[in-house]
């Protein structure tokens, strides 16, 4: 299973009560203090779509759950390259993302530098919780002050001026974050459409506050079978295996 994502880590939880099904929980290695899962795992990455399709034929893998974070956009789609390539059976273990509500101001952008465009050139106190990978994309807009939400810090040091880093892992209830936007005088939030229950307080405390949200688009839509509860997974793994002809032997990489 490739990880990274609480949904992944509910599904290990699972796989870890099933004496029939080996698992192994892959994570790319890009956070620093990782919670270490129920089944064996690993870190690193495998060299791109060749290389994991190597590594499931060299293991003999049953099945492929690609339950990485929605917008692991290149990490997916190595995920599915391998999986065709290898002829193993890819499961897309999701969330489905958050849906507009009628008091919500909501702006939606296709891109982090369409975001970065949308906040106008006027200086504001922004909240940035888009995780490390893109927060260079603001260093186009150094006039705003940003409040910066990561699990680890974030290295290199960004170019921006005023900013302040907090570190935290969530979930993150609506009451502690309209105090935390309260107290950090926050006219605007920038999010990606994640999905899921963990992040939901901020839009909560958005939508209280009546601020604007400048929203994230996923990048596209999953590759594989596309579902939304651990359970179904197994479930599906367990019709695999009704397939083979034999006990399952997933693994998931």
Not at 12 to 39: C, E, H, N, Q
Request: one cysteine or more.
């Amino acid at each position: 299973m490739l990880g990274g994502s609480s949904e992944a880590s509910a599904l290990a939880r699972l796989l870890a009560r099933r004496a029939d099904i080996a698992a192994i929980l892959s994570f790319a290695g890009r956070t620093k203090d990782l919670i270490v899962p129920p089944i064996p795992f690993r870190v690193g990455g495998f060299g791109g779509a060749e290389g994991l399709a190597a590594y499931l034929r060299h293991e003999a893998m049953d099945v492929l759950v690609d339950a990485t974070h929605p917008f692991a956009e290149t990490i997916s789609a190595n995920a599915a390259k391998a999986a065709a390539s290898a002829g193993v059976p890819l499961l897309v273990l999701t969330r489905p993302p958050w849906m507009r509500e009628a008091s919500d101001r909501w702006i939606d952008v296709a891109t982090m530098e369409a975001a970065v465009a949308a906040l106008g050139s006027a200086p504001r106190r922004v909240f940035l919780t888009i995780g490390r990978s893109q927060l260079e994309a603001f260093a186009a807009a150094p006039q705003h002050f940003y409040l910066i939400r990561s699990v680890d810090p974030v290295d290199p040091a960004l170019c921006l001026p005023y900013r302040r880093l907090v570190l935290a892992r969530g979930p993150f209830d609506a009451d502690a974050e309209e105090v935390l936007m309260r107290a950090e005088k926050i006219d605007c939030v920038v999010s990606k459409n994640s999905g899921g229950a963990a992040s939901y307080g901020k839009l909560e405390a958005a939508r209280r506050l009546g601020l604007p949200v400048i929203m994230v688009g996923r990048p596209q839509a999953p590759h594989g079978a596309a579902l939304y509860a651990p359970e179904d997974v197994v479930a599906r793994i367990e019709a695999h295996g009704q397939v083979l002809g034999k006990p399952l032997a997933l693994r998931g990489v």
